[in-house]
């Protein structure tokens, strides 16, 4: 479509394009500026149906309106990609901008949200840096979730077996410190992990296409957390009133103590590799606990720590923690992920299912 001010022919090659199929829609800024302003609705539905839209000639205005139609009209994240000046508009008005640093200098990388060098880089911020960014966003955001769960749960157990006590079973220091101190840099440690190395990353490219599933983060994996976090919580409560003698006095020492192991251990369940940074900040957390305790004896009572205390919390954290962690392991042997069969299984393209076959890009 070139040099067409008419809106009504406009219109009428718009419809006819939208009966085609597999033909791209190549516009002119001339008329494309035709079709904005008298055929908005039908150029946008012709444009989100084609395989690929060229515009050419277009103005940064123009450039910047087709971006916020396509954004309005299909609801769904855009991302812009430009290298010099007149695409900033274009840039600032998709969701997700991305400057180009090139002979027209650097006011598209500057105007953007990320910033490359060149476009062959594209490959290695959409299918490696975009896709963790999403899975460490995903799995960070429920094991916080998790964090907070399991100890309401421990609370509203208390409450239940001691008749409605409304007293809190933690003060507000062990509380504070359960989510600043001890388990605030293992549970950030999982923005480490890596479920598959970069060059796999690169060399299959439809594993960033399985994230549009919702795999990572959706009601079912919500409700499973919540299960976990109950079923975690409303045992070690349980375990410790039954395992223990005068386990009334000790309450907070018995299950704060179990509390803060099986998270450490519920991170490392999380993982997929182990970062040495993770292994630090578990090493700190247990640490700065032990520290509590020796110079917190007003929070912690040490009277009873002994060698048989410690058997019956270790054995605590592990009924706790065990069930999850073979569920994990049984729902990776028996249903794996794209990403579990490439990194354990298949090798190359053809050893893959037939929905994840494609051409090498790299």
């Keep these: 479509m070139k040099d067409i001010t008419d809106p009504l022919r406009v219109k009428n090659m718009l419809e006819e394009f939208a009966h085609r199929f597999n033909t791209v829609l190549i516009i002119d800024g001339a ?33 910047a309106a087709v971006t916020e139609g396509i954004r309005k009209m299909t609801k769904k994240v855009t991302c812009a990609i430009g290298d010099g000046g007149n695409d900033v508009g274009m840039i600032q008005a998709a969701d997700v901008g991305i400057g180009i640093e090139g002979k027209e200098g650097k006011q598209a990388a500057l105007a953007a949200d990320f910033s490359i060098t060149k476009f062959k880089h594209l490959n290695k911020l959409f299918l ?35 008749y409605g006590l409304s007293m809190p079973i933690y003060s507000g220091l062990l509380a504070l410190g359960y989510s600043t101190i001890f388990t605030m840099f293992p549970v950030f440690s999982l923005i480490l992990d890596e479920d598959i190395d970069v060059q796999r990353a690169l060399n299959y490219p439809p594993l960033y296409k399985t994230l549009q599933l919702g795999r990572e983060l959706n009601v079912k994996i919500f409700l499973a957390w919540v299960w976990a976090s109950v079923y975690q919580g409303a045992a070690i409560m349980l375990l410790s009133l039954t395992m223990f003698d005068n386990s009334y006095t000790n309450i907070v020492t018995i299950t ?44 912690i009572n040490t009277s009873e720590i002994t060698l048989k205390f410690l058997y019956k919390v270790v054995f605590m954290t592990i009924i706790s923690w065990m069930p999850i962690h073979l569920v994990k392991i049984a729902i990776k042997k028996f249903t794996p992920t794209e990403e579990e069969k490439i990194m354990h299984g298949a090798k190359h393209p053809e050893e893959l299912p037939k929905d994840l076959e494609f051409d090498n890009l790299v």
């Design 31 to 63: 008329t494309l500026a035709v079709a904005l302003a008298d055929a908005y609705e039908a150029f946008f539905h012709s444009a989100t149906k084609a395989p690929a839209v060229i515009c050419c000639r277009c103005s940064p205005t123009q450039k």
């Design 128 to 162: 490696w840096h975009g896709r963790l960014s999403y899975k460490r966003s995903a799995s960070l955001s429920t094991f916080v979730i998790h964090r907070g769960l399991i100890i309401s749960i421990i609370q509203a157990v208390f409450s239940i077996l001691f």
């Design 256 to 299: 704060f103590t179990a509390l803060i192991f099986s998270e450490m251990l519920n991170i490392t369940t999380q993982l997929n590799r182990v970062h040495y940074l993770t292994v630090v900040s578990i090493g700190c957390s247990i640490l700065s606990y032990m520290l509590v305790i020796i110079f917190l004896r007003s929070q």
